[in-house]
């Protein structure tokens, strides 16, 4: 699943590759019936790579046994997707079908989806969790089928809590709870903290946090920063991560020259460690005897969580809607989620068969699914990317030992202008 693309120069190599996928629309003669038929092809277009391409890629293959005729051209961006995916709509070339998380960006470019849905009853609307589409909508109107999923829960490692005589974290906890367990399960001598916190936050991770407090980053008409990004609650949630830092129970992961949280994790050195579903099968793979629960609440307050979700989208210049419709269909038709596993799937029919929210492991995603009916930030305004450079240049300095008050105070005085 998508989480952040990085951003890359587009070398020329890239835009070759491009101009080459440019006949990607075009029919093929097909030999075998003396060229008198032609097969269509569909460019689908991901940020996965490795094992989850792999899976795409099957995926692929099995659409056109199923639509003879049909070609799926999988194209693996990977961290280049960005500049591809824009490459492609500035050209008036885009791939067909693409994955999508960034719709205020591009959603000017992409295929409005409401009348493929409504008129669709083969999609099975009502078997995708509310509030799901929440995400692909601009202006209401739908620009991506949600394709997969994840929310944040709390990792602990199970070993660590066992040999410090500390029973496991359960939901309901409050953040005094895990500040306590972690200053518990800290010991210095041996290199160990109750927590990993990343010195190079994503503000888009934090604000379940922010919203849990009662915060916000921005106004909910998107307009206003000024009493959101710098009140007092969500300052409150952000100096919390900055004060264990400070007080030495938890260790900045992720930082120049510092390991990831994932590694210092499944190294047994950090006791609890935030995240989405990304790292759980390394975790299990690398021996570390694991559990999950949801987010802490702080007192009084109910919990809030955020999604991180990727979804499917068309093309407004795609050539081949109709079957690019039917590939989205297919991509999340109940076999095609069960092939995907790195992902939470997105039909409750698919949970239900496979029991997914009653596996102790997986429980708390879905508890927090429930959890997570707050609009994002990117969302509600189409500047939040300038402004965002502000907010995170505030929270990596609280990592370090600024003041949040302080810190925040500056990054709206320094933003305000993007937002006129």
């Not at 997707?81 to 959603?107: C, R």
């Not at 199970?158 to 010991?187: C, M, N, R």
């Not at 210092?264 to 793979?285: N, R, T, V």
């Not at 189409?382 to 949040?404: C, D, F, I, T, Y």
Request: glycine residues 8%; charged residues 25%; hydrophobic residues 35%.
């Amino acid at each position: 699943m998508k989480k952040r693309i990085s951003h890359i120069v587009l070398a020329t190599t890239l835009m070759v590759s491009i101009l080459s996928a440019c006949s990607g629309n075009a029919g093929t003669a097909n030999p075998e019936n003396g060229g008198s038929d032609q097969t269509k092809t569909l460019r689908f277009a991901t940020w996965d790579t490795g094992d989850a391409l792999k899976i795409e890629q099957d995926i692929a293959k099995k659409f056109e046994a199923e639509h003879p005729g049909t070609k799926v051209q999988v194209e693996a961006y990977a961290d280049g997707f960005d500049q591809k995916l824009a490459a492609g709509f500035g050209a008036g070339n885009p791939p067909d079908v693409m994955y999508m998380w960034d719709f205020p960006t591009y959603h000017q470019s992409l295929e409005p989806l409401d009348s493929f849905a409504e008129k669709d009853t083969d999609l099975k609307i009502d078997d995708f969790y509310k509030g799901l589409f929440n995400y692909g909508k601009i202006d209401d109107k739908l620009y991506g089928i949600p394709a997969g999923f994840t929310t944040r829960v709390v990792y602990y490692n199970k070993k660590l809590f066992d040999a410090a005589g500390v029973p496991y974290p359960k939901d309901g906890w409050e953040w005094s709870d895990f500040q306590d367990i972690a200053k518990k399960l800290t010991d210095p001598s041996k290199k160990q903290y109750g927590f990993g916190a990343r010195a190079e936050n994503d503000t888009y991770d934090l604000q379940g946090f922010v919203w849990s407090n009662g915060g916000s980053f921005i106004s909910p008409d998107g307009k206003t920063i000024e009493g959101y990004m710098n009140s007092k609650e969500t300052a409150e949630a952000i100096q919390m991560f900055g004060d264990m830092v400070k007080n030495g129970t938890a260790v900045l992961t992720g930082g120049k020259g510092q390991q990831s949280g994932d590694d210092i994790f499944k190294g047994g050195k950090i006791a609890m460690w935030e995240s989405g579903i990304w790292p759980l099968e390394s975790f299990k793979q690398a021996g570390v005897d694991v559990g999950t629960v949801e987010i802490p609440a702080f007192p009084g307050k109910p919990v809030k969580g955020v999604l991180a979700e990727s979804a499917l989208s068309i093309a407004k210049d795609s050539k081949n809607k109709d079957l690019a419709w039917e590939f989205v269909k297919f991509y999340v038709s109940n076999e095609s989620i069960k092939m995907r596993v790195a992902d939470l799937p997105v039909r409750q029919s698919v949970v239900n068969e496979l029991k997914k929210d009653q596996d102790p492991l997986y429980k708390p995603y879905y508890t927090m699914l429930e959890r997570s009916d707050n609009t994002p930030a990117f969302l509600l305004n189409p500047k939040w990317n300038e402004v965002n450079r502000q907010l995170s240049a505030a929270v990596e300095a609280v990592m370090h030992g600024s003041n949040a008050q302080e810190a925040l105070n500056q990054a709206v005085k320094d933003s305000e202008r993007y937002l006129k």
